[in-house]
């Protein structure tokens, strides 16, 4: 899907903005599953996710091209970091759309970095249809969530999992629209790895595997889960072309299971997942028995939780969507 110097030149833009995350093997993790873990923490990013990886490259290319036009697009939150983190760099005004009812502390994080927040519709699918109104209207050029040059920069992660973990016979991501899941099965198969790419999706929010299974896109009347990082109704086309050609199996888990799988993360390693970000443990917990001796990468991919959200974790139960 890339080539050698392109992956080389993706991680020489990042790098100028951070250094490579840590991947760990946690011992007390590893202890309470009986599995060697990799966990690869892009929690550990500028902006608290792996996004900004693709937003650091795509904003360097725009400008590049010559294109320094302000830029909009939709989000959930993560992505929505990303671009005015990566824009400022490049001298770009972000214009950020996000659904009612978002993240409060994203939006914040948001309007932080410098970027204008919209707010309107119910779920990520509405935002971005007004999105792309919106770019018309404005004249703004519109960042989609999916794009060849966001996989680019966010395959770097992978990358640097396999090489300072080796192969590892599974790796566990999240999908939300699927650039996450695309960089890993690029790096996978840019490296000649034998490694199996397993995907987690969550079951209120399952239009990826309900697509790979029938081999066509089929959307979803809802994308009710806190962990709104996978909260997507309509496969990327593109998307959905990488991963049914490139991914092995696509694990759905439910809420309940995603709030056990942070508070296994913070009891084991302290750190804060969001739910996306604990979503590949939470499939990883749920076929431990499987993995018994092999060797697993899992992609932490974010810590961008909301505070009552992760106490209401901490107090053993499991947030509302």
């Not at 080796?166 to 899941?181: F, H, K, N, R, T």
């Not at 034998?194 to 595997?209: D, F, H, L, P």
């Not at 009347?221 to 199996?249: C, K, Q, W, Y």
């Not at 993995?291 to 939780?305: D, E, H, P, S, Y």
Request: with cysteine; charged share 20%; aromatic share 4%.
């Amino acid at each position: 899907m890339f080539t050698a110097d392109e992956i080389a030149d993706a991680r020489a833009i990042i790098h100028e903005a951070m250094p490579p995350t840590p991947q760990y093997a946690w011992p007390l993790l590893q202890a309470e599953l009986g599995i060697e873990t990799w966990v690869k923490h892009e929690n550990h990013t500028p902006t608290g996710a792996f996004k900004v990886r693709g937003g650091l490259v795509h904003m360097r290319k725009r400008a590049e091209r010559g294109e320094t036009n302000g830029v909009i697009t939709a989000t959930r939150g993560n992505h929505g970091q990303s671009i005015p983190y990566a824009a400022s760099r490049n001298g770009v005004k972000a214009t950020i759309v996000v659904p009612h009812g978002n993240s409060v502390e994203k939006n914040a994080a948001i309007k932080a970095l410098g970027a204008e927040l919209v707010e309107t519709g119910q779920d990520f699918d509405e935002a971005r249809v007004t999105c792309m109104q919106m770019a018309a209207d404005r004249g703004l050029d519109m960042v989609p969530s999916f794009h060849r040059e966001l996989v680019l920069g966010v395959s770097t992660y992978a990358h640097e999992l396999f090489e300072a973990a080796g192969e590892l016979d599974a790796v566990y991501v999240p999908i939300g629209m699927g650039s996450g899941c695309s960089g890993v099965i690029s790096a996978r198969d840019h490296l000649g790895l034998k490694t199996r790419v397993i995907a987690v999706v969550s079951e209120n929010a399952n239009c990826y595997k309900l697509s790979v299974d029938a081999g066509r896109a089929i959307e979803t009347n809802s994308a009710e889960t806190f962990a709104d990082g996978m909260a997507v109704r309509v496969p990327h086309p593109d998307a959905l072309e990488i991963i049914s050609r490139g991914v092995d199996e696509i694990v759905e888990v439910s809420d309940d299971q995603v709030a056990d799988a942070i508070r296994l993360y913070y009891r084991a390693t302290h750190n804060v997942a969001e739910g996306a970000g604990a979503a590949p443990l939470a499939g990883l917990m749920a076929q431990r028995e499987a993995m018994r001796g092999k060797r697993v990468g899992l992609i932490l991919c974010g810590g961008n939780i909301d505070t009552g959200k992760m106490a209401t974790v901490l107090e053993g139960k499991t947030p509302a969507p």
